[in-house]
């Protein structure tokens, strides 16, 4: 069936969080903070006045994580405040999930302490992602999560070794320090 005809037969709206999903991953993966950040910021609109949002916590979850991720993209002082809200509605979310996903906060957030001065607190954050993702039942991305958390505890501890475009993930910030979760 075509998605037109699936369009035609009025079922479209029904799957407008995932398509809002889809438009805040390729801002991410195309490095475009602000499309990114309005992207997550509609569909968590969606969610609030949609007649068709269904799993509102996982989207809320989910938009949320990819807020802070947009913001992280290419840090700026002046989004601490915004940075901070997504970060701790996401691990509310995270938690009403009882999700087994909560290394992806922990390497947001252990970026997120990198910027704000607290190195040695992004390390103990990096290290528990990295002991976290260990015992995740998340088999998927397990691998790619480890090579992620790997390299970021290397910039971390100052042994950069590589350029923007040699990091593991295809999400990464602006200065090529950080690999961010491709969620």
Request: with cysteine.
């Amino acid at each position: 069936m075509s998605a037109c005809k699936i369009y035609e037969g009025g079922g479209a709206e029904t799957k407008e969080l995932n398509y809002l999903r889809k438009k805040v991953q390729l801002a991410l993966l195309e490095g475009e903070t602000e499309k990114a950040v309005q992207a997550a910021e509609n569909g968590l609109a969606q969610i609030d006045f949609s007649p068709h949002a269904y799993q509102q916590t996982f989207f809320k979850w989910w938009f949320y994580h990819a807020l802070a991720e947009g913001y992280l993209l290419n840090y700026n002082v002046k989004n601490t405040a915004a940075i901070e809200n997504a970060l701790e509605r996401a691990h509310l979310y995270s938690e009403l999930l009882e999700s087994n996903k909560k290394f992806y906060y922990l390497q947001l957030r252990s970026v997120y302490m990198y910027y704000l001065g607290k190195k040695e607190r992004a390390i103990v954050l990096n290290k528990e992602a990295m002991e976290l993702v260990e015992t995740s039942n998340y088999i998927m991305k397990k691998n790619s999560v480890k090579s992620q958390l790997i390299e970021n505890n290397e910039s971390l501890c100052g042994n950069v070794s590589k350029t923007q475009h040699e990091v593991y993930s295809q999400i990464h910030t602006k200065d090529g320090l950080f690999n961010l979760p491709c969620i």
